[in-house]
C-alpha cells in the first residue's frame, strides 16, 4: 500500500516543464508541436523553428555556409551525409537519436526493431521513449499486447512531462470510473499547455466535477505555458511557414 501511495505522489506532482525542454539557442520552452523545431542530425539539439529561421536568414544575408545553429557543423549537402551523421549519434548512445531511429524503424514496418530502439532510448532517459513504448505495448506492434507494459510507460512519460501521456492516461481513468485520477491528470496536462485537455475539463466542470475555481486557475496555467513558447522570432518562422505553404497551394 505504501509503494502506491508513493508511486501516486511522484506521478501526480506537476512536472516543472514539458518533456520537449527548452531550445538551447534562446532558452525558450519549444513549443508541444513537434513540428515547431527542427532536431539536428549532427549533435541531437531541438532547436525551435524561430532560431532556426533566424539562422538561416542570417547565413543567406552574409552568403555563409549553412552550419547547425547549435554545435556549427556544417549542414550536409547530400542524404547520405545526413545518415551519416544521425548514426554517429546512435552509435555514442545518443538517447535522442536512437529513439529517432526507432521512429525511422517504424516507418519501414519494422516495429521489432523499432520496439529495441524505444526500449534503449527509455532505459537512457529518454521521455518520448517511453511514450512510443506505450504504443506498442497497447497495439501489440513489434511485442505481445501488454497492458500493465502500456501503462507504465504512459505513467513514466507522463512522470517525465509528456502531456499527451498524461492526456491518455487520463482517458484510461476516465473509462475505469475513476473521475477523481482522471481529473488530476487533464489538469497536470493542461497547465503543461496541452490543449486537447481543456474541452474535457469544461465538461468536466458542467457536469460539476470541477469546481470553478480550479478550472480557472488551470486556464491561466495553460496560457501561461502556451505564451511561454511565444517570441517575434518564431512568430517570423510561422509566418514565413505560412507564406510558403499559400505560395505553394496557389500554384
Given at each position: 500500500?505504501?509503494?502506491?501511495?508513493?508511486?501516486?505522489?511522484?506521478?501526480?506532482?506537476?512536472?516543472?516543464?514539458?518533456?520537449?525542454?527548452?531550445?538551447?539557442?534562446?532558452?525558450?520552452?519549444?513549443?508541444?508541436?513537434?513540428?515547431?523545431?527542427?532536431?539536428?542530425?549532427?549533435?541531437?539539439?531541438?532547436?525551435?523553428?524561430?532560431?532556426?529561421?533566424?539562422?538561416?536568414?542570417?547565413?543567406?544575408?552574409?552568403?555563409?555556409?549553412?552550419?547547425?545553429?547549435?554545435?556549427?557543423?556544417?549542414v550536409p549537402d547530400t542524404d547520405e551525409g545526413f545518415d551519416n551523421q544521425r548514426m554517429k549519434r546512435v552509435e555514442a548512445n545518443d538517447p535522442a537519436a536512437i529513439r529517432r531511429e526507432g521512429r525511422d524503424q517504424y516507418n519501414k514496418g519494422d516495429y521489432r526493431s523499432a520496439v529495441e530502439m524505444y526500449t534503449?532510448?527509455?532505459?537512457?532517459?529518454?521521455?518520448?521513449?517511453?511514450?512510443?513504448?506505450?504504443?506498442?505495448?497497447?497495439?501489440?506492434?513489434?511485442?505481445?499486447?501488454?497492458?500493465?507494459?502500456?501503462?507504465?510507460?504512459?505513467?513514466?512519460?507522463?512522470?517525465?512531462?509528456?502531456?499527451?501521456?498524461?492526456?491518455?492516461?487520463?482517458?484510461?481513468?476516465?473509462?475505469?470510473?475513476?473521475?477523481?485520477?482522471?481529473?488530476?491528470?487533464?489538469?497536470?496536462?493542461?497547465?503543461?499547455?496541452?490543449?486537447?485537455?481543456?474541452?474535457?475539463?469544461?465538461?468536466?466542470?458542467?457536469?460539476?466535477?470541477?469546481?470553478?475555481?480550479?478550472?480557472?486557475?488551470?486556464?491561466?496555467?495553460?496560457?501561461?505555458?502556451?505564451?511561454?513558447?511565444?517570441?517575434?522570432?518564431?512568430?517570423?518562422?510561422?509566418?514565413?511557414?505560412?507564406?510558403?505553404?499559400?505560395?505553394?497551394?496557389?500554384?
Open positions: 500500500k505504501r509503494a502506491a501511495e508513493l508511486r501516486d505522489e511522484l506521478l501526480f506532482k506537476q512536472p516543472e516543464s514539458s518533456h520537449r525542454g527548452d531550445c538551447p539557442i534562446c532558452c525558450l520552452p519549444l513549443p508541444l508541436d513537434p513540428k515547431k523545431s527542427v532536431m539536428m542530425t549532427c549533435c541531437s539539439k531541438v532547436i525551435c523553428d524561430g532560431c532556426d529561421y533566424a539562422d538561416q536568414i542570417r547565413e543567406a544575408e552574409g552568403k555563409l555556409s549553412f552550419k547547425c545553429p547549435f554545435c556549427r557543423k556544417p534503449k532510448a527509455a532505459e537512457l532517459g529518454d521521455i518520448t521513449g517511453h511514450h512510443s513504448l506505450s504504443c506498442m505495448y497497447r497495439n501489440g506492434l513489434g511485442v505481445e499486447k501488454d497492458r500493465g507494459k502500456e501503462i507504465y510507460h504512459l505513467e513514466e512519460a507522463a512522470i517525465g512531462g509528456h502531456p499527451n501521456a498524461r492526456f491518455n492516461l487520463g482517458c484510461e481513468e476516465e473509462e475505469s470510473g475513476n473521475i477523481e485520477r482522471a481529473l488530476k491528470h487533464l489538469i497536470i496536462a493542461a497547465k503543461e499547455g496541452h490543449d486537447g485537455s481543456i474541452k474535457p475539463l469544461m465538461e468536466c466542470f458542467k457536469e460539476g466535477f470541477v469546481s470553478k475555481d480550479d478550472l480557472a486557475a488551470t486556464l491561466r496555467a495553460h496560457q501561461a505555458a502556451v505564451d511561454a513558447t511565444k517570441s517575434p522570432q518564431r512568430e517570423a518562422a510561422e509566418e514565413y511557414r505560412r507564406k510558403m505553404k499559400k505560395k505553394k497551394s496557389s500554384k
